[in-house]
């Protein structure tokens, strides 16, 4: 295995594509203009298993990216998609299971409402977008219970296993059958869970915590940029961590950063 692959792999987090912007949404013209600019440099998105394969050091991912979506909003159907196919890229999407409805009820409005059960996607809905090929789904764990935060009581480290465990099984109910990837709800982790997740069978889990990935890197601490964050933070990061040269040390940096707030 080559661990020093000039291809480091930066992961985008996005949430929400929407006609207006909000905390964790960037706007149809922004989601535009970024994929626009990845493709002008050149840049190609990766399934789960060709970013498996590369950070595996089996195959070299020249100017690979890996885009994703968190929580399962309804807008990553209609509006993030048509921009995927526009630009010929697609995704990695993050579902609370326990979300996810059977069916849908009401048609998507001009106003994608903030609140209510509107908002998120239905099982229908996710199979019509993992059958186009932009989209395949894993887990965002099953509650995204905010109460894990900053909590070290003994009896949480098996409540957050039973809980991914849970997230898991649904995935494997509705027909999902390859390997199960998996994104911390805000990012948060704490060691014991990582080292419960051999057990449940998974090998990938997605911090927020700032950086690109190597072959050879720590799988279940996989380095995301956070896709709402000013475009022009974004491409910088982008650039710099996607260098051979320099995209080591903004890992470096960024866990000092993590170390020194306290996180994992």
Known sequence: MNIFSPSPIPVLAFHRVLPYKNSISVTIDEFDHYLQWFKSKGFRTLSSAEFERALAGE???????????????????????????????????????????DEQTKKPTDTWLEEGDERYLSWEEIKSMTDSGLFEVHSHTHSHDRSWINN????????????????IQTLRDQGYKHEIHLAWPWGYFRQEWLDDLEGLGIRFSYTMQPGTNYPGCDTRKIMRLAGEKPFDYLKRLCSVGSSPMFGRALNSASRTWSVMRGRP
């Open 59 to 101: 195959e070299v991912a020249e100017h690979g990216l890996v885009i994703t979506f968190d929580d399962g909003y309804r807008d990553n159907c209609y509006l993030a998609a048509q921009l995927l196919k526009k630009y010929e890229m697609n995704a990695i999407l993050f579902v609370i299971t326990g979300n996810i409805k």
């Open 152 to 167: 070290s009581s003994g009896d949480m480290r098996q409540v957050v296993r039973q809980d991914v465990s849970r997230s």
